[in-house]
């Protein structure tokens, strides 16, 4: 597609579930890369791929986050075991190369 | 430590007033500074790139330029529907992680 697709658009979960949300970059695009948004404005980089491989991790939280990008399935990033300083705004993007990047419409997550 | 400081964080405008928006930033090894626009409730839109101290970028009413110190956003006689808020981002390694001032959020009145 031409714009980076995220689902859902909203998620709620209680303290302790499972959160799993779903990216799918530009077509054509080989790397991805995710974002936090907490609060207004504080972007927090979590983790990039290129293709299925993981390109650069070290924003990831070593405990309850993982990430996965497979062949022909959109990319998805997980969080076991939710807290409520979890709860924020996940956003997802591509680019062709480690350049420009173009952003999804983001899921909220909200965590109870 | 890599930082990304955006002034001011709120900015409020007549319509045909023009002014500037700062992104100053103290990332060594500068790959790339971005500017992005983001209305409520949805992502970063790309604006511009710019990779080294001198250069500029027009789009509209916007002109992005670079020092070897920041980026200012320059917006020219702005309209109500340039209201948004203007996150700058900079890039320092090969890897592609951006890292995001706070934004600065601009509202134009009529």
């Known amino acids: 597609g031409e714009e980076v697709a995220q689902t859902p658009k909203h998620l709620v979960r209680g303290e302790g579930q499972k959160a799993k949300l779903y990216c799918a970059p530009i077509?054509?695009?080989?790397?991805v890369f995710w974002y936090q948004q907490v609060l207004k404005n504080e972007f927090k980089f979590l983790i990039s791929?290129?293709?299925?491989?993981?390109?650069?991790e070290t924003g990831m939280p070593k405990e309850r986050f993982s990430a996965k990008c497979l062949p022909n399935s959109p990319c998805s990033l997980e969080i076991q075991a939710t807290k409520l300083e979890d709860s924020a705004v996940y956003f997802c993007?591509?680019?062709?190369?480690?350049?420009?990047?173009?952003f999804g419409p983001g899921t909220r997550l909200t965590v109870l | 430590e890599d930082q990304v400081t955006q002034s001011p964080e709120a900015l409020r405008l007549q319509e045909g007033e023009s002014s500037s928006l700062n992104c100053s930033y103290t990332?060594?090894?500068?790959?790339?500074l971005f500017w992005y626009r983001q209305d409520p409730g949805k992502g970063p839109e790309f604006l511009f790139t710019?990779?080294?101290a001198g250069e500029e970028k027009e789009k509209e009413r916007l002109k992005a330029t670079l020092t070897k110190k920041e980026s200012f956003l320059h917006i020219t006689a702005p309209k109500p529907e340039d209201s948004a808020t203007y996150l700058c981002?900079?890039?320092?390694?090969?890897?592609?992680?951006?890292?995001f001032g706070q934004g600065t959020e601009l509202s134009v009145k009529p």
């Open positions: 710019l990779y080294s």
């Open positions: 077509k054509g695009h080989s790397y």
């Open positions: 981002a900079v890039m320092y390694n090969q890897g592609g992680k951006l890292i």
């Open positions: 993007a591509s680019s062709p190369s480690t350049d420009t990047q173009y």
């Open positions: 990332v060594s090894g500068l790959r790339g």
């Open positions: 791929f290129q293709n299925e491989n993981v390109f650069d």
